[in-house]
């Protein structure tokens, strides 16, 4: 996989009895796209949660999970998507969940849960979604994450104005569109 294509410096990971696959979505812009495979309970669900925090802190707040090859998730694997959905929420992102088999679909149903998140039977389906999503927000909003670009420094913009990168110290002016320049 090239570099450009990579989500968080990592392609896939392995955690406990869950494999994550990460991917860069360029059609959808800060969209990644991430393949579980396994299952999501007590025990893995910190991993998971840390895992896809490097993600959304890495600049991506539009979210694909690809739930085809998930064959068990719990209360507490559902609790770390409601955490994701409220940090994706305030930076103008979402998630959809894709390829859910019935068993998972109804643990989501019985909790509650289906109503606060975006479903679609494919991963094609939830690109499409997310494309005609962005272009009818294309005026950017704050609150935003983005990268310096002299530093490549991870930072967060809160409103428009000018400040200064904490690491490289060069001035960065914010517009109220959330476009980012030089200062």
């Known amino acids: ?18 494999d994550l696959g990460l991917k860069k979505v360029d059609k959808v812009p800060g969209c990644a796209l991430v393949s579980l495979k396994g299952y ?23 979210l694909i999970f690809d739930f085809s090859g998930i064959t068990y998730i719990s209360s507490a694997g559902i609790g770390a998507f409601t955490q994701f959905l409220k940090q ?10 894709t390829g859910m088999v019935s068993r998972v679909s109804e643990v989501f149903q019985l909790l509650g849960f289906a109503d606060f998140f975006r479903t679609r039977s494919s991963v094609e389906e939830a690109i499409e979604d997310l494309k005609r999503q962005s272009s009818s ?13 002299i530093c490549g420094k991870s930072l967060r913009a809160s409103k428009a104005g000018r400040f200064r990168c904490p690491d490289c110290k060069t001035i960065l002016c914010i517009r109220d569109n959330a476009e980012v320049s030089l200062g």
């Open 1 to 18: 996989m090239t570099e450009e294509n990579r989500v968080a410096g990592q392609t896939e990971v392995r955690i406990d009895s869950l």
């Open 40 to 62: 999501i309970d007590t025990y893995n669900t910190h991993h998971f949660l840390r895992r896809i925090n490097e993600v959304i802190r890495s600049g991506f707040s539009r």
């Open 88 to 97: 994706v929420k305030p930076l103008g992102g979402d998630i959809v969940l």
């Open 137 to 149: 927000t294309a005026e950017r909003s704050l609150p935003r994450l983005f990268r310096c670009p």
